[in-house]
Nanobody, 127 residues
Framework: QLQLVESGGGWVQPGGSLRLSCAAS????????IAWFRQAPGREREGVSC????????YYADSVLGRFTISRNNANDTVSLQMNNLKPEDTGVYYC????????????????????WGQGTQVTVSS
């Protein structure tokens, strides 16, 4: 079974940057659509960004468009989320998720489309 591990979370002041990474054990991520979700305290989990398994589709939530960048690193088989100009409202637990069911040029903003989830990494943006 695919196991996902997120890393790179932490505390940063508003305007700062963090880079999250999602890695897998046992299997390669190359055949999975990958998404990042986040959950703020007292709020529902929401989709932040996703990337298809092959070049074709990337999605960003409006709230992060222009500030976050999702990418695949085939050399070390990870998916990263570069987060710039962070705001307090970006605070939350960030999860990566993988889907083997989506077509190779698709990704989805829906949680129901993802079968494998990491444990999450905390991102805190405050002064």
């Amino acid at each position: 079974q695919l196991q996902l591990v997120e890393s790179g979370g932490g505390w940063v002041q508003p305007g700062g940057s963090l880079r999250l990474s999602c890695a897998a054990s046992r299997f390669s991520l190359e055949h999975y659509a990958i998404a990042w979700f986040r959950q703020a305290p007292g709020r529902e989990r929401e989709g932040v960004s996703c990337i298809s398994s092959r070049i074709g589709r990337i999605y960003y939530a409006d709230s992060v468009l222009g500030r976050f960048t999702i990418s695949r690193n085939n050399a070390n088989d990870t998916v990263s989320l570069q987060m710039n100009n962070l705001k307090p409202e970006d605070t939350g637990v960030y999860y990566c998720a993988a889907s083997p069911r989506l077509m190779s040029t698709q990704c989805s903003r829906g949680q129901e489309d993802y079968d494998y989830w990491g444990q999450g990494t905390q991102v805190t943006v405050s002064s």
